[in-house]
């Protein structure tokens, strides 16, 4: 068969070709499989500490030649179902961590996170409970017959603040719940047009310091916070210490004890691992600093509330970048990494074989004479027998035959050719050998 001959004669080469071309394939996957050059992140609504912190995402993947664009959204209860759906085009966003899960059920297990991956938490964020100050009563009572903005549908402090709410049963006891933003909230509770805020923000947010040096307004704290947090374990307690706001005013002129969750950087899970690292890099720049509720470098911290920690989160946390983010720009720090987790085992393969595949091909090549010169032998013994008259003359002159006209049908390449000349002529010599044989009168 011409295949099967070719293949035969030629397989040292066909071998390399046929490795070659497994790499060239492989090269050309990786190719495919490079990070993308813009994302889009889910931050919170307009003016929100979340879309600040967008801003400043956007800025540091700036650097690396990533373009981040920020979608404003209600919540974190609307950031988790773009980042569900992949036809939104989100992949990356903050979110509120467990209260995705109280607004699908009441617990964090609840929430329906597949195909997300946490890259950690970045920073608490308190529930913040504001009211008018002339409004007095402590815990749930305070809420009663009043008008408290609980924040828009498919925001985390909707979320929560209703199942604290329901928790109390309280809901059929308060006089209206309105769907305010932050924002709205913050200036109806000053005008005292509703009595009560409720509000998710970090202590730095603008909107929260305002309504802290704000006279009109209180601070209320949560009375029965450890049995809260021990319902819901995805909350944390948070003091706001005594005349932190204000000390010559005493302001707040007690420890006020809130409840907080963590805020968690949200991605999907087929999110380049690339890009993660990036996001990652950028949330120990952005989230390491220190405020009232927590010490410098506390964040980001490598947590899942609702959902998996990322593989390449986890080895962020443990060992940081990988080295070659440190020469590289991202994308050719991807592509390096991609090689040589590629090149290590074909390495592996082909060092071996270029090393012993000249020797294996002079095998393979000498053995197809070698071959020849050990039947050779055989018929030369067999003549000395027929000469004593052990065996008949004929047949090994007929063998002789056979080999002489597989040694002239024989192929090698030019560097063997001596030896198959060589072959040639010693088949010459073992019939000169028999002729003469044939000749000498019998005894």
């Not at 949200?266 to 950028?282: G, K, M, S, T």
């Not at 990988?322 to 592996?348: Q, R, S, T, V």
């Amino acid at each position: 068969m011409p295949i099967r001959a070719f293949l035969r004669h030629h397989w040292p080469t066909v071998t390399i070709a046929v490795t070659a071309a497994a790499i060239g394939c492989a090269a050309l996957v990786m190719l495919g499989n490079m990070p993308p050059h813009r994302i889009v992140m889910a931050t919170g609504p307009e003016g929100s500490a979340y879309q600040e912190d967008g801003k400043r995402y956007q800025a540091a993947l700036a650097k690396a030649g990533v373009e981040v664009q920020l979608r404003a959204t209600a919540g974190s209860v609307e950031t988790a179902e773009l980042l569900r759906d992949p036809r939104s085009g989100v992949s990356v966003g903050l979110m509120q961590g467990g209260v995705v899960g109280v607004m699908q059920g009441g617990g964090a297990a609840a929430a329906n996170t597949a195909g997300l991956e946490s890259l950690g938490t970045v920073a608490y964020e308190p529930l913040w409970w504001f009211r008018r100050r002339e409004i007095q009563g402590v815990g749930a009572e305070g809420l009663r017959g009043r008008k408290i903005a609980i924040g828009p549908p498919g925001s985390g402090t909707r979320a929560l603040s209703l199942e604290l709410i329901k928790r109390n049963g309280m809901e059929r006891q308060v006089g209206e719940l309105l769907a305010l933003s932050p924002r709205e909230a913050a200036e109806k509770l000053k005008a005292g047009e509703i009595d009560v805020a409720f509000m998710m923000n970090p202590w730095d947010a603008p909107l929260v310091q305002q309504l802290l040096a704000d006279e009109r307004v209180a601070l209320s704290g949560f009375p029965h916070a450890d049995a809260v947090i021990a319902l819901y374990p995805f909350l944390t307690k948070v003091i706001v210490p005594r005349g932190v706001t204000d000390l010559p005013r005493d302001q707040p002129p007690a420890d006020v004890t809130l409840i907080a969750t963590k805020t968690s950087l949200v991605v999907r899970q087929d999110l380049h691992p690339a890009i993660q690292y990036l996001l990652l890099n950028a949330a120990s720049e952005i989230h390491s600093g220190p405020s009232i509720f927590n010490r410098a470098n506390a964040f980001p911290a490598p947590e899942a509330i609702d959902m998996p920690l990322s593989s390449e989160a986890a080895r962020f946390y443990k060992s940081g970048l990988p080295f070659l983010h440190d020469y590289f720009p991202f994308w050719m720090a991807a592509l390096l990494g991609k090689l040589m987790i590629l090149l290590i085992p074909i390495l592996g393969v082909l060092y071996p074989m270029m090393r012993f595949l000249p020797a294996l091909y002079d095998w393979a090549m000498r053995s197809k004479v070698l071959r020849m010169y050990g039947e050779l032998r055989l018929l030369e013994a067999e003549m000395a027998n027929a000469r004593g008259g052990g065996g008949d003359m004929r047949e090994v002159i007929t063998r002789l035959d056979r080999l002489e006209e597989q040694a002239n049908h024989l192929h090698v390449p030019l560097a063997y050719a001596s030896e198959l000349y060589m072959l040639r002529n010693h088949i010459d010599l073992v019939r000169e050998g028999m002729r003469k044989q044939a000749e000498k009168p019998a005894e």
